[in-house]
């Protein structure tokens, strides 16, 4: 098992910048590829951005490359979502998620979930 808990999330003026964590806890954390998702009120949930296992792949959605970076620090068994420029449109819940090795973007494919945090961009 892996334990995932994130914070950060705040209200925030479009424009401005956010960094979420994501504490990992459980099985060894550099063993797995971690995500973050989103999910707006009556919007299905949509990956963000993934990171394999060693660091060495990172993915993001259309939407957010270029303003937002994923980053870990396996000794710190934490996983960072730094958001810039940010957006009304980026108003979510954001999730991490582990799963072995390759991070993916599909939901499914992930096998832990914390419980999210709450990002607000006021316009």
């Known amino acids: 098992q892996v334990q995932l808990v994130e914070s950060g999330g705040k209200l925030v003026q479009a424009g401005g910048s956010l960094r979420l964590s994501c504490a990992a806890s459980?099985?060894?954390?550099?063993?797995?590829?971690m995500g973050w998702f989103r999910q707006a009120p009556g919007k299905e949930r949509e990956f963000v951005a993934g990171?394999?296992?060693?660091?060495?792949?990172?993915y993001y959605a259309d939407s957010v490359k270029g303003r937002f970076t994923i980053s870990r620090d396996n000794a710190k068994n934490t996983v960072y979502l730094q958001m810039n420029s940010l957006k009304p449109e980026d108003t979510a819940v954001y999730y991490c998620?582990?799963?072995?090795?390759?991070?993916?973007?599909?939901?499914?494919?992930?096998?832990?979930w914390g419980q999210g945090t709450q990002v607000t961009v006021s316009s």
């Open positions: 459980g099985r060894t954390f550099s063993n797995y590829a």
């Open positions: 990171l394999n296992l060693n660091g060495a792949g990172t």
């Open positions: 998620a582990a799963r072995p090795v390759i991070s993916r973007q599909a939901a499914h494919e992930y096998d832990y």
